[in-house]
């Protein structure tokens, strides 16, 4: 009776990893502001219930660009999971066919996108990380199409690194052990030259960052619908929705990039509010209990990202724990159905919000 | 000197029973979110006070569906009594009549409705779990009919149960010893049976759950005036009124359901301004002061369940546990009256919240 | 360097009286509530500084129903002051005299108003409570005027004593050494007899307690101005003024008699609109700084009372602890005035309150 | 990898000098409610980002009244460094080289403002306290200009000093090795005689506070560009620009002078609408982060001083420590930057500000 709930294996997790690892997982950039406004602002919303009525065609399925979900929730791209278990990305997969929710593939994953693609049963969306030199970004994309996923997601929110001081006084860094398993064939590229007087973050780093041109020449080069991941300003998903994304995944990262961001859940009204009713909006950073699914559905989200639930489960237990994990989330995710009168997600709206 | 608050009962109670029970008793759903704004909302409200008015005719006697009351309170229906006392219900009883206070047997009772209700002097409620069959439903209600019930309190916002991590954690399952002592003799009817995929919650046990036609159904069978409990949003009591009962009590079910809901007396101002001013509202969940009644009343009120108050009082001490902590409660209210000048129950209105 | 500010002498005073007495002083009613939101409140006002004023002709002095005071403050009327001090109330009058600060000498003073009147060389005002029995009250007034007091406070928020938990959990009781000392020579006038089933409290104390007629009626009997003490609504300011009173003090009785009224200072600026300009509003409950005096007087007081610092000087170092709290407040207040660029207490406005 | 960010130089700092002086650095007035506001306020308020903006000339760089600075902060001016390193204010100079940023030096400097201004190659501003003899003061900016100072940073948001509870408890004094070094050739001037009843702050100290009177008078005397410092209201900022300054600096003095002051972050955005786009101004009181200095340039600052933590580092580690407090800062900023999709200092608006 000891592990209920996704807060149980956060607990737990910090004993089944280094300290330097739980700090690179758990925290949050700078003094973790907005990693606790995450959680705080899901806390601060209130839910409305109806009772008495009719409930007969229940149902969690969703639709998102043209795949099928049994539930309204994705396992978040997540880079390295072989830091938390033997098996990696291979025990993840591995649960999210067992509990048969979709999930995307980081370009970052310490196990072949392949391997992923080719065990996966479910929806099988790869995250894409642009790289410097455009033929290795090119290059990723038809890997992942020819693996069968079904869906790019680009993610926008990280050119440069956070000030991740947790880890940094942790002393993490990536033992040898674990590789970003689909980037090791390609050679680094050149960097920026600086003149003297210029800054290596302000003018190298991010003179080679991607930009909104670099995001219409990928989707001239893919037939893969484009999702935009890390969006948290009106105006940026007006942009996406203009550039022919599919969708975008509304998120701070969870709390991993610039501290002082708002919550993502308290971004998500005016977004939904910016673009039109059927363009797609996915939501992370923060979620920890179906009601916060729930919570974000109402407010505007199609469905959901799991991140950090899901190494906790993995380095707790394996693909175990993290089946576990998910299956913990979509049964709280039906109980707040029920008990609020909401037969299907479409039924959870802006009227079930207090 | 020692216990002079109801606080301080919750305090004892504590010691006064196996850990589970106390689980089961004092916890919420969820993260227990719910629970606590149903106190933080009572302490944050105000009040006001007038001085130097006259103060001739002091008195806290209400009329609820045609039952006098000396005191705009009642016990709430508290399932499975005897798991605090070996008296249980019939202990509470004892109180009720000894302070002159009106109270709710629950269809969950360990002491069967007919020896509580021939043991009880003040007026006596009948609350009612509608039974998956409707010839059990009926029984119950013809059974409180003959026991000298004088109204029927459907309880409708726990379909299915709620979230209950405190008492998953510690364990808790009701004893052998205990039973629902009014359904003994109910089969246990049969479930909806489920296709592949389908999901015991959202198509099995809700499918089951009444509805607004039971209701209906419910009010052609039985001459009692009819109460709905558990309602929360204004539009429910709209539909409650229109549905021909003689009044609600507004309750999260004291954040024991869906965790996320708002606190019950920040739901009552909006549900009092939905329906007509002689619409009778009860409310509950969180009191435990006598000013907390003089706030619910000045919102809207027509009076207020008491919960868990009831449950440490008969742990601690039986009847007489039972007793004292309404006393306190009905003196504290005294006094609150006392203090802002208000003679009546009536005289409590929303001029005196801050 | 120890003992610099009134917390100082807040901490130290727990450790020179006994428990009870500690508890009966320093305690609110019922759970704290408004005891600690007067302190909140004040904490959460923001001041407005300006700069570069010329500061030509500084000074505290204000005028209170034609009493000239040193300082916008006077010690309120503090019951018992022998509890503390063998010296009880001889002990404060001297300090007042030494700092030139008023004092409100109360009803129940544990030395004699005549002893307290002749000591005292700064303005003298008596707080009464008005007696079941008029002759008495009279008797009081008479003593009154007799012995130099150029006003009656006539307090109205305590008809009865408030839900003091914290000094009954602690066992307090007066010592037999500790009297009423103006009272003793009063015979305990007879109360009203109860029919069974009136309260005692709301058909018995409440039902002598005073009311307007009878404050008209004190009005017709002295030729002293008349302040009442205990006003927190701005429609009973009203009712004050058209009473013909000389002024008011918005208070909670140092959050002694209702827990959940707002805190005074709260209430002081819909109080002051309700009124007019030159109408006089005295404030007390919480008021531990210079800066809280500043905050009072910007948002409409004319003045404040200072009680419990009063009763901690007086316990922890008799006559000088006293002066010594009022000096550093005076000095405080002082500094407040010059730093924000206020010459005197006129200066102080509602545009110094950010 | 133990000091990687602002806050571990303030937790270091405690051990590398005495209580008193630690006291007297860390400590704000009365109750540290200014002080602890300065922080709360910047941590409350949130940030927007773009993604995917094109990056190409990022530069941190600003022009203040004619002086090109390579970042937008100065160090502020800080009295008596010399309490804190053996070297004092020369080894802060010598941050300020290394690491290209501009410097205030405080007319209480502990080392000469000559021997300063002689060492210092980054523009270098003199921050005046006017002297009671206007010969005194005249003299200071005679040897300001004459040292190459290029403005007069005129304080004046302390003509008292504030309630330093702190340090008194502390029992800090200035050790007789630590003077202000600028005023030791300055006999100490005669004070105003008071006659009995006056007040030594409000008749004495406050009227030799200087006016703007003296201001102009300051102004027709110096060629140099005029800032005030220390300004907090709208239309003090008003008097200030309409008096012909370059500049004002919106501070509380670090929560140093009246306690109860508003966060200065929260009083910029009035300040900066109650005076014209071109009218500089700058910020200080509570910056610990990069994104700090982000939120207050969008905010409305031109720039903004850092204050306590310059003293920490030149207690843990002489220049050293002050030269890698000051690039943590820079590098928080330049991140904070990159990952808003700012390219310049200009793009830093209002917009930014969620
Ligand atoms: C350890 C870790 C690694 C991550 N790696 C990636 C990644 O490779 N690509 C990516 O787009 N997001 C990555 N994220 C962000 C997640 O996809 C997701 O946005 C975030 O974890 C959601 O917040 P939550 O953890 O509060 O659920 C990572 C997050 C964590 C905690
Ligand atoms: C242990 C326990 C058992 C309960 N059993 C029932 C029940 O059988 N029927 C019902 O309608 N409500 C039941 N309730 C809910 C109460 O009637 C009431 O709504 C709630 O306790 C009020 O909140 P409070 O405990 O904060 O006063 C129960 C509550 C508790 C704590
Ligand atoms: C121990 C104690 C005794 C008091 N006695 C009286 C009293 O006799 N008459 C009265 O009008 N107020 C009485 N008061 C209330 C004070 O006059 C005053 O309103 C209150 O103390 C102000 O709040 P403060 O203590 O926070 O400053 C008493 C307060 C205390 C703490
Ligand atoms: C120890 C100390 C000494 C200071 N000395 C001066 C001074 O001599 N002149 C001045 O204008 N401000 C002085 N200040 C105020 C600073 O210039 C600045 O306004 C303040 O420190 C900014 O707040 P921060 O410390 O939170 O960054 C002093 C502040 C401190 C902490």
């Known amino acids: 009776a000891d592990v209920i709930a996704i807060s149980d294996y956060e607990r737990l997790a910090k004993d089944y990893m280094p300290h330097g690892i739980y700090e690179y997982i758990a925290g949050g950039a700078g003094d973790d502001i907005t990693l606790s406004r995450n959680r705080s602002a899901f806390d601060a919303i209130g839910m409305n219930k109806r009772v008495l009525r009719k409930f007969t065609k229940g149902t969690t399925e969703v639709t998102l660009s043209s795949d099928r979900f049994n539930w309204p929730m994705l396992i978040a791209p997540l880079a390295y999971q072989s830091l938390l278990h033997p098996e990696g990305e ?44 455009p033929e290795h970004t090119l290059d990723l994309v038809r890997r992942a199409e020819n693996a069968g996923y079904t869906a790019i997601v680009v993610t926008v929110d990280a050119p440069v690194s956070g000030l991740r001081n947790r880890q940094q006084r942790a002393g993490f860094s990536l033992p040898p052990s674990v590789v970003a398993a689909n980037l090791v064939n390609y050679p680094t590229s050149k960097t920026q030259s600086l ?14 960052a991607p930009d909104w041109n670099d995001l219409q020449w990928l989707r001239e080069n893919t037939r893969l619908p484009i999702w935009i991941k890390g969006i948290s300003h009106p105006q940026d998903a007006i942009l996406a929705a203009e550039s022919g994304c599919a969708g975008i995944v509304v998120s701070n990262h969870g709390g991993r990039t610039l501290d002082g961001l708002a919550a993502s859940i308290d971004l998500l009204p005016p977004i939904r509010n910016a673009v039109q009713d059927d363009f797609s909006i996915l939501l992370d950073s923060g979620i920890r209990r179906g009601t916060d699914i729930f919570k974000a559905i109402a407010l505007g989200a199609n469905g959901v990202l799991i991140g950090r639930p899901v190494l906790n489960g993995l380095a707790v237990a394996g693909a175990l724990g993290v089946a576990h994990s998910l299956t913990l989330l979509q049964q709280e995710l039906e109980l707040a159905m029920a008990l609020t009168g909401c037969e299907t997600i479409d039924d959870i709206t802006l009227d079930c919000i207090y």
Do not use: C, H
């Open 90 to 133: 291979r025990a993840t997969v591995e649960a999210a066919n067992a509990v048969n929710m979709g999930m995307m593939t980081s370009t970052l994953s310490s196990v072949p996108l392949e391997d992923i693609g080719s065990a996966q049963q479910t929806p099988k969306w790869f995250q894409l990380y642009m790289q410097p030199d």
């Open 195 to 208: 003149s003297p007087g210029q800054s290596v973050l302000l003018n190298g780093l991010m003179a080679d």
